[in-house]
Nanobody
């Protein structure tokens, strides 16, 4: 029983920034690896970023590397995604997910719990 709730999405112009948050509740001991995925209109869900329990290991999709930063605050049971230099191609619904031991965790099947998603729209 883990609940994940995303927030922070919205409408932003190209080049702008947004900070997404994902608050976990319930069995937070099951929130080892945390990840962010996104699904753009007409496209399949894709991996964005992942972070280990300690925060010492991270992994990013090449399309967002250098622009996005994933972090977590375990005292607050919250994971963040700082998104800078946003592009119209970043427009999607962003989902937070919780999974097991960190490896690379780029596949959705490696995660056990999912949030409801928060929509990000980047205008050109």
């Amino acid at each position: 029983q883990v609940q994940l709730v995303e927030s922070g999405g919205g409408l932003v112009q190209a080049g702008g920034s947004l900070r997404l948050s994902c608050a976990a509740s319930g069995r937070t001991a099951s929130t080892n690896t945390m990840g962010w995925f996104r699904q753009a209109p007409g496209k399949e869900r894709e991996f964005v970023a992942a972070i280990s329990w300690s925060g010492g290991s991270t992994n990013y999709a090449e399309s967002v590397k250098g622009r996005f930063t994933i972090s977590r605050d375990n005292a607050k049971n919250t994971v963040y995604l700082q998104m800078n230099s946003l592009k119209p191609e970043d427009t999607a619904v962003y989902y937070c997910a919780a999974g097991g031991t960190f490896r690379r965790n780029t596949n959705s099947g490696e995660y056990n719990y999912w949030g409801q998603g928060t929509r990000v729209t980047v205008s050109s």
